[in-house]
């Protein structure tokens, strides 16, 4: 199986025990978009035991707490596409942690409300967007050191 998720490059991984990853979006939202996710190769909620729910939350957690050391972020959105009609690229599990600052958008309200309006994800298409997105050499170490807990 070829899931970006189960086999991560090295350089992505920021935090991993014996149930989830914390992982660095390759195409962020924001600077510092993070995922976590079940190490377990899982596509749907039902799938996971209590244990790793438990994981997933916690590990929601950890990433704020990285976030918040190393990048100083005011918000935050968290959520999941769960199934390809929700809008799910990569079919295994996994929760978004994009760091927000005030000012970031024209229109930040409505939040993960705007999931459902029927446009582009312009992130996606716009690759100068998503690369001026990713973190600098600098950053990631800041993001690295922080998740030494």
Known sequence: MNC????????VILYEDGLIRILIDSYPA???HLLVVPKRHVEHWEE???EEKT??????DLAMEG?????????FNIGMNL????G???PHLHMHVIPRWEGDCRHPRGGVRKAVLDLEDENLNLRERWKK?????????????AFKL
Not at 4 to 11: G, K, L, M, V
Not at 83 to 86: K, P, T
Not at 133 to 145: I, T, V
């Open 4 to 11: 970006p998720f189960c086999n991560p490059s090295a350089e």
């Open 30 to 32: 924001s600077r510092g």
């Open 48 to 50: 996971l035991t209590e």
């Open 55 to 60: 994981a997933l939350v916690n590990g929601i």
């Open 67 to 75: 976030l918040k050391k190393a990048l100083k972020p005011d918000a």
């Open 83 to 86: 199934g390809r009609a929700a």
């Open 88 to 90: 799910q690229t990569v």
């Open 133 to 145: 997105n990713r973190l600098n050499r600098e950053e990631m170490e800041g993001l690295r050191k």
